[in-house]
């Protein structure tokens, strides 16, 4: 049952952001060509399965276009338990696609058609603000502030969110090739912060969004700024969790071959909003045995994301991750 201050919402979680194709290499053809898996996915639309898997109520804003792979995506979304009332399509952009490639540790680099994608295309008077305005947690990611119009349009939800009481969480997701420069991505990636709640950022990410690249000292640097709760991931090596409440750290799951790692930071945040959400507390009032025991909720769940393919048909279900972890939510 629902309790304390989520439950009079409609939606858990609503996310705003993309959603897009992972072209994953599939092996070769006859003729030696590389073959690419099609698999569904966009950190949004991620976490939003992965929390839905967990149980909560979650909603998807954003943009596709009018093409096969836009279909795709929104039966696929829909499917997961993910509500798609405001999702966009248009005739007018493609779909975005993302072409990956994968090292023999699982590790991903990108190549993004996007020139424009239709996700950076969402128009503020798109919004669907119902979604916006009555959810518990909004998340929102750095993506969408790339490029114009739906820069303009992920502050406004984000501004119409605090306003009526959201927790806003944030996962900059630093992908370099989608912007301009490095110093454009660090001057609209530290937009979002004075609206932040709680926000997770790998430890990759920590000099673009503070400008300090050891983990604690960033995640001090952002706890000076209001953010109630920074979680930093660590890759195989768990987490770190910086709170008013002390810092603590959670250790990753033993893999016995990692597959892919597409999707385990989303994973991660699915499953750890997740249980904050199921919490009925604020961010601020969790004490630090709960943001320990919710880190390493998320860290079952994204050990369990990283030995399957994909984004979204990766991210794990509710009884695997609290079998893994032994907690239960």
């Known amino acids: 049952m629902k309790k304390g ?14 959603t897009l194709i992972d072209f994953t290499p599939a092996g070769s053809s006859p003729a030696g060509m590389l073959l690419f898996e099609r698999n569904p996915g966009g950190a949004p639309v991620n976490m939003l399965v992965c929390a839905a898997n967990m149980g909560c109520r979650t909603g998807f804003i954003g943009k596709i276009g009018a093409d096969m792979q836009g279909r795709f995506l929104e039966e696929t ?19 975005t696609l993302a072409f990956v ?11 993004f058609a996007r020139k424009p994608g239709a996700d950076t295309q969402l128009d503020v008077n798109e919004l669907n603000m119902d979604m916006v305005q009555n959810t518990g947690i909004f998340h929102i990611g750095s993506l ?34 989608l912007w301009k420069d490095a110093s454009e991505a660090q001057k609209q990636i ?9 926000i997770k950022i790998s430890d990759e990410e920590c000099a673009i969004t503070t400008g300090c690249a050891d983990y604690r000292k960033a995640a001090q640097i952002l706890r000076n ?14 987490a770190y969790i910086s ?30 909003l997740a249980c904050v ?12 045995e709960d943001l320990h025991a919710y880190g390493s909720f998320a860290c079952a769940a994204a050990s369990l994301c990283v030995q399957k393919r994909g984004g979204i048909p990766a991210m794990p279900d509710r009884e695997s991750v609290e079998a893994l972890c032994g907690y239960t939510i």
Do not use: H
């Open 190 to 198: 530290r937009s979002l912060l004075p609206y932040v709640d709680v």
């Open 101 to 111: 490639t994968i090292d023999e540790q699982g590790e991903r680099s990108f190549s």
């Open 5 to 18: 201050v989520y439950e009079m919402k409609k939606y858990d979680i609503i996310a705003l952001g993309e």
């Open 225 to 238: 700024q209001g953010i109630s709760c920074v979680v930093v991931t660590l890759g195989d090596k768990g």
């Open 277 to 288: 959400s199921k919490s009925g507390k604020r961010v601020g009032e969790l004490s630090l």
């Open 144 to 177: 969408s502030m790339t490029d114009e119009p739906a820069r303009n349009a992920a502050l406004t939800a984000v501004e119409t969110a605090k306003k009526a009481g959201a927790t806003i969480s944030y996962d900059p997701n630093y992908r370099p090739l």
């Open 77 to 95: 979304i829909r499917s997961a338990g993910v509500d798609t009332g405001g999702l966009v399509i248009t005739d007018d952009f493609f779909t």
């Open 243 to 272: 709170a008013g409440q002390g810092e603590c750290e959670a250790d990753s799951f033993p893999v016995s071959a990692v597959v892919d790692t597409t999707g385990a930071g989303d994973a991660f945040w699915g499953a750890f």
